[in-house]
């Protein structure tokens, strides 16, 4: 009759199997814990992207007029500036002389909302856009009027029935491609702030309103649309009006996960619509 106990055989077999069992369990539970690993860094990648992108854009959709400008930064495929509205609604503009201009306004509050030093971007019915500061503070001229010099001797803009001036900052985004970062700055600030790191990829698209006679179309990063490297709002070419119609980002990043970079990208666009008589296309910095 067979013993009740188990044989050293047995008990090695047994073992094994159990070892056996339990390595696959253990290497399950270590692939499991790496796909979740790579899905949070994946997501992680994709959330940064988003979220600079919707920072960059929220900003972007107050420049006012839609002017994009070439300070602090070049406005160019990898950096934009842009003039963003710091309050207000805008002034009618009913005289333009020299530096001086009148502001038409019934704002009780004028001269804390128009401070010397303030920017001020200053555009006319004829497209003719200029950006300056204001070396004094409003003066009553006149019933709802007031008298307002600036810095710039001559400025390029006309008193049309409807030139508006509004306070803004001048403010702007660049890729640091050498040290794969994405910065900010404001104008007058000492230095630029680094608001994204591990950045991959930064480009930025400018879609344009094509205009003939006969035709209107839209058409990405024309011919023409850089001049010395800076992206034009306004041109024309081959009997065609070319204006600025909506700026597209693409924007990638990388996680470096298991001995190797994942990298997503993210894309967002901003319509730069100006309305019928606020088309900047010239745009002129004067002692901004």
Not at 23 to 29: D, H, K, L, P
Not at 149 to 168: G, I, Q
Not at 264 to 279: A, F, H, P, S
């Amino acid at each position: 009759m067979r013993s009740q106990g188990l044989t050293i055989l047995e008990l090695l077999l047994a073992l094994a199997v159990l070892v056996i069992v339990m390595a696959f369990a253990f290497n399950t539970s270590i692939q499991g814990l790496q796909l979740n690993q790579s899905n949070e860094a994946i997501s992680a990648a994709q959330n940064k992207a988003r979220r600079v992108l919707e920072v960059l854009s929220q900003d972007l959709r107050t420049a006012a007029f839609a002017i994009v400008t070439h300070t602090p930064f070049d406005t160019s495929p990898t950096s934009i500036s842009f003039a963003q509205v710091a309050g207000g609604a805008g002034y009618s503009v009913s005289a333009v002389a020299g530096s001086a201009l009148t502001l038409v306004s019934n704002s009780a509050t004028l001269a804390t909302e128009v401070p010397v030093g303030s920017r001020l971007v200053v555009v006319d019915g004829n497209g003719n856009a200029v950006i300056t500061r204001t070396s004094s503070l409003p003066v009553p001229s006149g019933l709802n009027l007031f008298g307002l010099t600036t810095t710039c001797n001559n400025l390029p803009v006309s008193a049309t029935s409807e030139t508006l001036a509004a306070v803004v900052n001048l403010m702007g985004y660049s890729y640091d491609a050498a040290n794969r970062k994405l910065i900010y700055r404001v104008q007058g600030d000492t230095a630029p702030t680094d608001v994204a790191f591990d950045i991959s990829n930064f480009r930025i698209d400018y879609v344009y309103q094509r205009r003939t006679s006969s035709a209107i179309s839209e058409e990405r990063n024309p011919t023409g649309y850089l001049v010395g490297g800076r992206v034009q709002p306004y041109f024309t070419s081959g009997g065609a009006e070319f204006s600025l119609r909506r700026v597209q980002f693409t924007l990638g990043t990388q996680v470096p996960l298991q001995g190797r970079n994942v990298e997503r990208t993210y894309t967002g666009q901003v319509d730069m619509i100006n309305t019928l008589y606020y088309q900047a296309k010239v745009v002129n910095l004067c002692n901004p």
